[in-house]
């Protein structure tokens, strides 16, 4: 990787399933990302040579070691185990101190050798519909490990505007915004840059991967494999777990059009963009083949209470949220 572009900014988007840093590069952004996931193995020294010279992020504790990021959920999966998570629902879990140490191993590893006076954005979630939500734990905590690992200046975007950000320059900034993630889908949208609304829903992936376990007894784990592996949204499926899925995957659809209808028609609080404006889907979730149609579809079927003039698949969805608070820190 030749960087010949001093790094000034990094964007970094902690999300429950994946954490990406982006910083600039000649051609755009370069990114990084490992899974927001740990598991414990039995402590051997073998394994830890052999986790060296992987160059897999991971910390002994007594008599087990604790493996880090994507190779966290091979490891899970070998052992018929679950992985284990930071994140619940797009916040730190202020239950589980030791997330915090985790979290920070892991941004430790990804943030390695950027230079600490770049300025760091990270994304934070909105609150639930119709929620105020308190973001305070989270947003400071997050701010307190970044300052741990000698980051002087810091700050937070929502996450849905840091993809309107990230993908609609085209229209000045003015449309809608959706990440489909793990624990959470966020929606926002903006005119001219300018935040008029923004809300999650807590059902993401994790739901549909715990959802479908309960119905096929398999671990949540194995689950979320097989999905992201060959699971679409085009044709039918006589399978049932497959078939789990799609029912699955239609509900977090509709509850995110729900919203978005709900939001639009709440009378004079609704936000007004005037004109039919795009709405780009990124994230994850919007990755098995037919899930974009599948979702133009069901805003469709809303009728005139959305005002989306077309939707728009994200160029890298797992790196949109990422590259859009890049865009936004570099133009703070
Ligand atoms: N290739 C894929 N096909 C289907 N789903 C995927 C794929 N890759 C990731 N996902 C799903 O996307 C979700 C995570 O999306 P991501 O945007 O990384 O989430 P978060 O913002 O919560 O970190 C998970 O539910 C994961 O299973
Ligand atoms: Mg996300």
Do not use: W
Not at 29 to 38: C, E, V, Y
Not at 146 to 174: C, H, M, P, Q, W
Not at 199 to 227: C, H, W, Y
């Amino acid at each position: 990787m030749s960087r010949t572009q001093p790094i000034t900014a990094i964007g970094l988007d902690v999300g429950t399933s994946r954490i990406v840093t982006a910083v600039p590069s000649p051609d755009g952004q370069t990114f990084q990302s490992q899974l927001n996931a740990f598991v414990a193995v039995p402590y051997l020294k073998l394994t830890e040579t052999s986790l060296q010279r992987g160059r897999v992020p991971h910390s002994v504790a007594g008599d087990q070691i604790i493996v880090y990021g994507d190779e966290s959920e091979r490891m899970a999966d070998l052992l018929g185990r679950e992985v284990r998570r930071p994140m619940t629902r797009g916040l730190l879990n202020s239950n589980e101190p030791e997330c915090m140490l985790q979290i920070q191993t892991m941004l430790g590893a990804l943030l390695d050798g950027t230079p600490r006076d770049a300025r760091l954005y990270f994304s934070v979630p909105a609150p639930a519909l119709g929620s105020e939500g308190d973001l305070t734990y989270h947003e400071a905590t997050m701010r307190q490990i970044l300052e741990k690992l000698g980051f002087r200046e810091t700050g937070s975007l929502n996450e849905g505007l840091a993809v309107i950000y990230a993908e609609l320059e085209d229209s000045n900034y003015t449309g809608i915004g959706v990440s489909f993630g793990g624990g959470l889908c966020n929606v926002a949208a903006a005119y001219m840059s300018v935040p008029v609304l923004s809300f999650s829903i807590p059902k993401g992936g994790d739901f549909i991967d715990q959802s479908a376990a309960n119905v096929t007894g398999e671990t949540v784990n194995r689950i979320r494999m097989l999905k992201e592996d060959s699971f679409h949204l085009n044709g039918h499926y006589s399978d049932k777990l497959m078939q789990a899925l799609t029912v699955y995957y239609d509900d977090m659809i509709q509850s995110v059009v729900d919203g978005l209808k709900s939001t639009f028609q709440s009378g004079r609080k609704a936000p007004k963009v005037g004109r039919s404006v795009p709405l780009v889907v990124s994230g994850g979730g919007v990755l098995p083949q037919g899930f974009r149609e599948r979702f133009q579809k069901a805003v469709e079927d809303a009728g005139s209470a959305i005002p989306v003039s077309e939707v728009r698949l994200a160029e890298s969805p797992l790196h949109t949220t990422a590259k859009g608070v890049l865009v936004y820190a570099l133009s703070e």
